[in-house]
C-alpha cells in the first residue's frame, strides 16, 4: 500500500508539471503469480487501456521470487497484443491448417532474471484495449523433476503509463481549417472522426510556402515518420491525400509537418479541407458496398451467429447465406461483421461451399477470391496474403480466426473467371456462406483435448486442456504424442502395486494386524487411482480428488507405520502412535497433499523417534539393540527405500512418470519385507539363555555344593529368575526356576535377564 502511494505521489506531480502526462491509475497489477507455460491454461491475461491520442507508452515490469529459486535463467514470455489475446506457440506446436495466425500488433518480450526491471515502450500505441500474456518457460532440454521447483515461486508486478498528446484542430466533412506552422510548433496534430454512409474521402490542402508540407495519417493512433498508414507531401503550395474506403466509428489522425526546419524561419499558413468521394464503376473512385450483419447469441460462452440483415429466418442456427455470381455483372458482394470483447476469447469461423450451375461447361475456369481485413473492405489483390481465400467451383473451404481481434470485420467475395466472354457470362456458381463463432474449435478440441472456460484476471477465454501429449490451440499437434504407450503406461503403474502383496501376507503371518491393513489400504487405492488418473480410457470407482486424496493419505500412512513398527515400545503404545500418525496424515494431506516439505517432516520425526528407542534401550541393558545381525537385515530395505525416495524426489519427471513411479511402488514395497519385525530370531536368543542357564545346573554336585556355600556367604537371600518366553512382562509367575548360583553366574543370570527383557519389548 505504501509502494502504492508513493508511486500515485509522484504520478500527481508529474502531471501538474506537464498537462500532457497521462497516467491510468487502474493499470497497476502487483505481485501476479506466474507458472510454467504448458498450455494457455497456464497463462496470465492482463488488461491495460490507453484512452487518447499518445506518444509513447511504457509497461514498466518488475520480476520477484518467493521460496528457494535456482538461478537457471527461466525465461519470462511477456507479449502485448491490441484489441485481442496474445496468440503464440512459444514451443512451436503447430495449428489446425484452416487457422489464419498472423497477428496485427502483436509484441514480444523473453528476458530472464539477468534483466532487471525491463521496460517495454511503444511509439504511437493504437487507442484502445491492449492484452498481456504472461507465463514462465523452462528451457525443453532441461529435465526437471517433478519435485525440483515446488518451493520457488515467481510474481510480476506491471505499471502502464504513457504520454498523451492534447489535438487543438478536429475536422469536419466540407468545413476548412487553418493550421500555422512555427519554430515553436514544427508539427501539428488534426483528427477526424468517420460517419456512417462514409465511402471514400479526400484531404485537400493549400500553403503559402514552397516548403514541403509532409501529410501523415494513421488510422486509430497519431503518425509518426516511420509508422503510418497514408502519406503525401504538398509541393508547389498544394497537395492531395486519398484514403480508403472506412467503416463508421474510427478515428483518422493527422500529422501535419516540414521537412526542412530552416523553412520555418517565418511562419507558413495553410488549411485543410475533407471532403467524401463519389462512388463511381470505374477508376480509382470505385466503392464497394457492403451489407450489415446481425449477430445472433446462443447460450454458451462465444457461441454466436452472424446472419446478413437480408436474412430474415433467425430462428434456424444453421443458415447460411446464399448468393449467386456469374459474368453478367460485377458480382462483388462484401459482408461487415463486429468483433468485441463478447467474442474475443472464441474463435472465428467462415465456412463456404460453391456449386457451379450443371449447364456451365466443365471446361470454364471459374473461382471465387475473397479477402478477410479489419476497418476497410478490400479486393483480393489488395488483401493481406495470409487473409486471402480462394474458392474453387465445386468445392468446401473453410477459414479460421482464433482469438479475433476487436474490430469492424469484412468479408469481400469477387467473381473470378478465365476464359472467353460468352463462356464467362453464362458460367453460373452459386455459394453458400456462413460466419459463426465457437469455443476453442468446432470439435470441441477433438479426440484428444477438452474445451475449457477459463478466467484470468476477469478476462475470460476458451482454450483445449490436451491431452496423451497432443499440444497446440486445438490439440492436434501430435509430434509429442504418446498414445501408443497409453497401456503399458496404465499397466506398470497399476500392476506395480501388487508388490505390497507380499509384504501384506508376511504381516499377517506375524500377526501385525494393523500394518497389514494400513498396507493393504495403500495398494487398493494406490491402483485405483492410478487407473483413474489417466488421458485416455481412465476408470474411476469414484471421483478423482477423493481417489487422489486416498492415495496420498495411504501412501504416508505406510511410512509412519513400518517405522513406529521397528521402534522398541510396547505394542500398547505402539497401537495409540498408530492412530496418531494416521490422523496426522489425514491432516497435512487435507491441508496441501503436494506439500512435499511436509511429508519430510512427518517422515524425519518419525524415524528420529524410531532411533531414539533404540538407542535408549540400548544404554539401558548396555547392549546393542537392535542386534548387529537384526540390522543387517535391515540394510536391504533401507537401501530399497533410499533407492526409491532417490528416484521419486530426483530422477520423476512428467514424461518418465509412468515407469519411474513403478519402481517406486516396487521399492517401497519390497522395502517393507525387512523392516517388519522377526519373532523366530528372538525366540532364538532365549533359546540360548535356556541353554546357559542348563549347563550350570548340570554341574557336578561337589562343584554345586561350592558354588552354593560361596554363594550364601555373598548373598543371604536366594534370589528367584523369571523367564517368560511369551509374554513381554518381566516378573510374572508363569515359570519360574530356582537356581543356586555363585557370583559367576549371578552375573550371567542378570546379563541374560536383561537380555531377555529387551528381546521381549521388540515383538
Not at 284 to 295: A, G
Request: proline content about 4%; charged content about 15%; hydrophobic content about 40%.
Amino acid at each position: 500500500m505504501i509502494k502504492f502511494a508513493l508511486v500515485l505521489v509522484f504520478a500527481c506531480c508529474s502531471a501538474q508539471n506537464s498537462l500532457f502526462n497521462g497516467y491510468d491509475f487502474g493499470q497497476h497489477y502487483s505481485r501476479i503469480r506466474i507458472f510454467d507455460y504448458d498450455s494457455y491454461s497456464d497463462a496470465k491475461f492482463l488488461k491495460f487501456n490507453i484512452r487518447a491520442p499518445t506518444i509513447v507508452a511504457n509497461w514498466s515490469i518488475t520480476v520477484t521470487t518467493e521460496g528457494k529459486c535456482s538461478n537457471d535463467f527461466t525465461n519470462i514470455h511477456f507479449y502485448l497484443q491490441y484489441g485481442a489475446y496474445p496468440l503464440t506457440a512459444p514451443r512451436n506446436e503447430s495449428f489446425p491448417q484452416t487457422y489464419i495466425t498472423r497477428r496485427h500488433n502483436l509484441f514480444k518480450l523473453i528476458f530472464n532474471q539477468t534483466l532487471i526491471n525491463p521496460l517495454i515502450q511503444l511509439n504511437s500505441p493504437s487507442i484502445g484495449t491492449w492484452f498481456a500474456m504472461i507465463f514462465i518457460d523452462r528451457p525443453t532440454s532441461t529435465i526437471e523433476p517433478r519435485i525440483s521447483n515446488t518451493g520457488c515461486n515467481i510474481y510480476l508486478s506491471t505499471w502502464l503509463d504513457y504520454q498523451v498528446v492534447s489535438i487543438p484542430l478536429t475536422l469536419i466533412l466540407n468545413e476548412p481549417i487553418q493550421i500555422v506552422l512555427t519554430n515553436d510548433k514544427p508539427s501539428i496534430y488534426t483528427s477526424y472522426y468517420t460517419l456512417v454512409g462514409n465511402s471514400r474521402i479526400i484531404i485537400l490542402s493549400e500553403w503559402s510556402s514552397n516548403c514541403d508540407i509532409i501529410i501523415l495519417a494513421k488510422i486509430n493512433s497519431l503518425p509518426n515518420i516511420s509508422l503510418y498508414d497514408y502519406k503525401t507531401v504538398c509541393k508547389n503550395k498544394t497537395c492531395s491525400m486519398e484514403i480508403d474506403q472506412l467503416s463508421a466509428f474510427i478515428w483518422i489522425y493527422f500529422q501535419i509537418t516540414v521537412n526542412n526546419l530552416s523553412c520555418l524561419i517565418n511562419p507558413i499558413h495553410g488549411k485543410m479541407l475533407i471532403r467524401s468521394i463519389e462512388c463511381l464503376s470505374f477508376s480509382n473512385n470505385f466503392c464497394i458496398q457492403s451489407y450489415p450483419t446481425r449477430r445472433i447469441m446462443f447460450n454458451y460462452y462465444y457461441d454466436f451467429l452472424y446472419v446478413p440483415i437480408y436474412t430474415t429466418n433467425r430462428s434456424n442456427r444453421g443458415s447460411t447465406s446464399s448468393i449467386t455470381l456469374n459474368g453478367k455483372d460485377l458480382s462483388l458482394y462484401s459482408y461487415e461483421f463486429i468483433v468485441d470483447d463478447r467474442n474475443i476469447g472464441g474463435t472465428l469461423y467462415l465456412d463456404f461451399d460453391s456449386r457451379i450451375m450443371p449447364f456451365v461447361s466443365p471446361n470454364v475456369n471459374v473461382s471465387i477470391h475473397g479477402c478477410i481485413s479489419k476497418y476497410r473492405p478490400l479486393l483480393f489483390d489488395r488483401c493481406e496474403y495470409d487473409y486471402r481465400i480462394i474458392i474453387e467451383k465445386n468445392s468446401m473451404v473453410i477459414r479460421s480466426l482464433p482469438y479475433p481481434e476487436m474490430a469492424l470485420w469484412y468479408l469481400t467475395l469477387q467473381y473470378v473467371c478465365n476464359g472467353a466472354v460468352n463462356e464467362c457470362a453464362n458460367a453460373t456458381l452459386s455459394l453458400m456462406f456462413q460466419i459463426s463463432s465457437s469455443q476453442c474449435t468446432k470439435q470441441q478440441c477433438g479426440t484428444y483435448g477438452v474445451c475449457r472456460i477459463l478466467t484470468s484476471q476477469q478476462n475470460v477465454f476458451s482454450t483445449c486442456s490436451c491431452i496423451a501429449g497432443y499440444r497446440g490451440y486445438g490439440c492436434t499437434d501430435d509430434t509429442h504424442a504418446y498414445t501408443s504407450k497409453h497401456l503399458s503406461s496404465v499397466l506398470f503403474l497399476t500392476i506395480s502395486n501388487l508388490m505390497f502383496l507380499p509384504a501384506i501376507i508376511l504381516a499377517i503371518y506375524r500377526h501385525l494386524y494393523i500394518e497389514a491393513l494400513i498396507y493393504f489400504f495403500n495398494m487398493f487405492f494406490s491402483t485405483f487411482y492410478h487407473a483413474c488418473d489417466q488421458d485416455i480410457n481412465k476408470f474411476c470407482i469414484f471421483k478423482y480428488d477423493g481417489l487422489q486424496l486416498s492415495d496420498f493419505i495411504g501412501s504416508y500412512a505406510s511410512f509412519v507405520i513400518t517405522l513406529i513398527t521397528m521402534a522398541i515400545i510396547p505394542r500398547t503404545i505402539k497401537a495409540f502412535l498408530f492412530m496418531l500418525g494416521i490422523l496426522t496424515c489425514i491432516v497435512i494431506n487435507s491441508r496441501d497433499r503436494f506439500d512435499h516439505l511436509q511429508f519430510i517432516w512427518l517422515i524425519s520425526i518419525t524415524f528420529i523417534f524410531t532411533i531414539l528407542t533404540w538407542i535408549i534401550v540400548s544404554i539401558k541393558y548396555r547392549r546393542l539393540q537392535p542386534s548387529s545381525k537384526r540390522l543387517l537385515l535391515y540394510m536391504p530395505g533401507f537401501l530399497l527405500a533410499f533407492a526409491g525416495l532417490i528416484l521419486f524426489a530426483f530422477c520423476e519427471t512428467d514424461k518418465n512418470y509412468w515407469y519411474i513411479h513403478s519402481l517406486w511402488h516396487i521399492f517401497i514395497a519390497s522395502s517393507i519385507l525387512f523392516f517388519l519385525p522377526h519373532k523366530n530370531f528372538y525366540k532364538k536368543e532365549n533359546n540360548r539363555l535356556e541353554v546357559k542357564e542348563q549347563d550350570q545346573i548340570d554341574l557336578p554336585l561337589l562343584e554345586r555344593k561350592k558354588s552354593e556355600s560361596v554363594k550364601q556367604r555373598l548373598r543371604p537371600a536366594q534370589p528367584n529368575i523369571n523367564i517368560n518366553i511369551d509374554s513381554p512382562s518381566i516378573g510374572t509367575d508363569n515359570q519360574v526356576i530356582a537356581l543356586p548360583i555363585d557370583n559367576a553366574s549371578l552375573s550371567s543370570s542378570n546379563t541374560d535377564s536383561s537380555k531377555k527383557s529387551t528381546d521381549d519389548l521388540l515383538h
